[in-house]
């Protein structure tokens, strides 16, 4: 292979992340698998705490009652040691309120 062959770092990286490409092309076949297999760990280890934060925060979401408009605003509010969902919105001209133990 000659160098018309060598793959070239995206140009759409961010500069400081493409010298690092760069410079890791002047590396050797086995340092380049290490930091390939680091790289893949990364990526696997970065997409899973991705997937359980969205996961963590869509359990942290209360689910609206029946009754409560979608719009309402939510507040979690503790009382004697138990959370509860306090939601509240305007109906016309009045707010209205309604508490959820959590």
Same mark, same amino acid.
Do not use: C
């Given at each position: 292979?000659?160098?018309?062959d060598r793959? !070239?770092?995206?140009n759409d990286l961010d500069?400081e @992340? #493409?010298? *690092?490409l $760069?410079? @890791?092309?002047e590396e050797?076949a086995e340092? @380049?698998?290490?930091? !390939? =297999?680091? *790289?893949d760990? @990364? !990526?696997?280890w970065a997409?899973? =705490?991705a /997937?359980? $934060?969205s ?5 942290? $979401?209360?689910s609206?009652? !029946? /009754?409560v408009? /979608? %719009?309402?605003? *939510? ?6 040691g138990?959370?509860y969902?306090y939601?509240q919105w %305007?109906d016309? /001209?009045?707010i209205r309120s309604?508490t959820k %133990? #959590?």
């Amino acid at each position: 292979m000659d160098d018309s062959d060598r793959p !070239a770092p995206p140009n759409d990286l961010d500069p400081e @992340l #493409r010298a *690092v490409l $760069e410079a @890791l092309g002047e590396e050797d076949a086995e340092t @380049l698998q290490t930091v !390939a =297999s680091y *790289v893949d760990d @990364l !990526a696997t280890w970065a997409e899973s =705490s991705a /997937d359980h $934060e969205s996961a963590s925060s869509a359990d942290d $979401e209360p689910s609206f009652p !029946a /009754d409560v408009p /979608d %719009r309402a605003s *939510v507040t979690i509010t503790e009382i004697g040691g138990t959370e509860y969902y306090y939601y509240q919105w %305007r109906d016309g /001209d009045e707010i209205r309120s309604k508490t959820k %133990r #959590r």
